[in-house]
């Protein structure tokens, strides 16, 4: 397996965790995984929890964006994200902004 390069995907979410905007890497990330529907413009403005399909996930994510929400606590989870030809270690950084969105 290949090692991938360092990107960083970025995506605010208002506190009814619809997505507001999206930053960094996104569509870049997007391509290399041949997920054109994925593009920055198609998931503004919608739900979070559409991209999930795991129940597990589904919870621990409610769990930790909670958590930052109501604590001001950042989050940060390390995890694999491969995929056939890429060996990708991802971090997941969950920060509450000043801003209300």
């Known amino acids: 397996m290949l090692a991938s390069a360092h990107i960083t995907t970025v995506y605010f979410i208002t506190k009814n965790c619809r997505i507001h905007s999206i930053g960094g890497d996104w569509n870049a990330h997007a391509e290399e995984n041949h997920a054109f529907q994925l593009s920055a413009d198609s998931v503004v403005n919608t739900l979070l929890w559409e991209y999930f399909t795991e129940p597990f996930l589904i919870h ?42």
């Open 60 to 101: 621990t994510y409610h769990t930790m964006v909670d958590h930052v929400f109501k604590t001001g606590e950042p989050v940060t989870v390390p995890f694999r994200g491969d995929s056939p030809g890429w060996r990708r270690t991802m971090k997941l950084r969950i920060l509450r902004s000043n801003h209300d969105l």
